[in-house]
């Protein structure tokens, strides 16, 4: 069986979705905040997970074996020699490389952009600007508010992000009409 690692640092609704997801994985879920509520999620999920300080990424890298370590919310920046003991994989609210770094959906919104979306990337030392596995767009209308805006990323990264990680444990080639049914990305049917 495949084994993966997911790393937040706060809310772990991706966390969520790709528990749901992947039904013949091993997930591990990892957070550097012990108060992170993605660790209450990990709880009620029965999913094993274990706070585990910055500091100490290093050796638990060292010593634990992942097939992919998916970054989702984990708000730090890792080392290069984090980096390299393992497959990091990021989830970002933006269509990268526009938007990187914090509240990118915001800063997406307020600049008046009319196509944001959701980018799956590998993880460089390189803040947000690893190559891109995966994108899906998401248009922002006149009269969008940045609720709807903010929700409707959320939705599309739920949907999306799961799917890549399928696919990456696969080895399967795929583009992003494939992702999420190869319809508008609505995600009603799923
Ligand atoms: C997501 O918007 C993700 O794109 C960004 O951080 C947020 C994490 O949300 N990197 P959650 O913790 O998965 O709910």
């Known amino acids: 069986m495949k084994k993966i690692a997911v790393m937040g640092s706060g809310n772990g609704s991706n966390f969520e979705a790709i528990v749901n ?3 013949d994985v091993e997930i591990t879920c990892l957070s550097d905040n012990v108060n992170a509520y ?3 999620r990990a ?17 638990y890298f060292a010593s634990h074996n992942f ?3 998916v970054l989702a919310g984990y708000m730090q920046i890792l080392p290069d020699e984090v980096l390299t003991l393992g497959k990091f994989i990021n989830i970002h609210p933006s269509l990268l490389p526009a938007f990187k770094g914090k509240d990118a959906i915001q800063r997406a919104f307020l600049a008046g952009v009319k196509v944001s979306g959701v980018t799956v990337h590998w993880v460089t030392g390189d803040v947000d600007g ?5 994108q899906y767009p998401v248009l922002i209308g006149n009269t969008t508010h940045i609720d709807e805006f903010e929700a409707e990323i959320h939705k599309i990264e739920h ?3 799961p799917v890549v990680i399928d696919k990456i444990l696969k080895d399967e080639v795929f583009d992003f009409q494939d ?8 995600g009603k049917c799923h």
């Open 21 to 23: 997801y992947l039904k």
């Open 38 to 40: 993605i660790l209450e």
């Open 43 to 59: 709880k009620r999920l029965d999913v094993p997970f274990r706070y585990l300080p910055f500091e100490e990424n290093a050796s």
């Open 67 to 69: 097939d992919l370590i």
């Open 130 to 134: 690893g190559k891109i596995i995966a």
């Open 159 to 161: 949907l999306l992000y």
């Open 179 to 186: 992702l999420i049914g190869g319809c508008g990305g609505c």
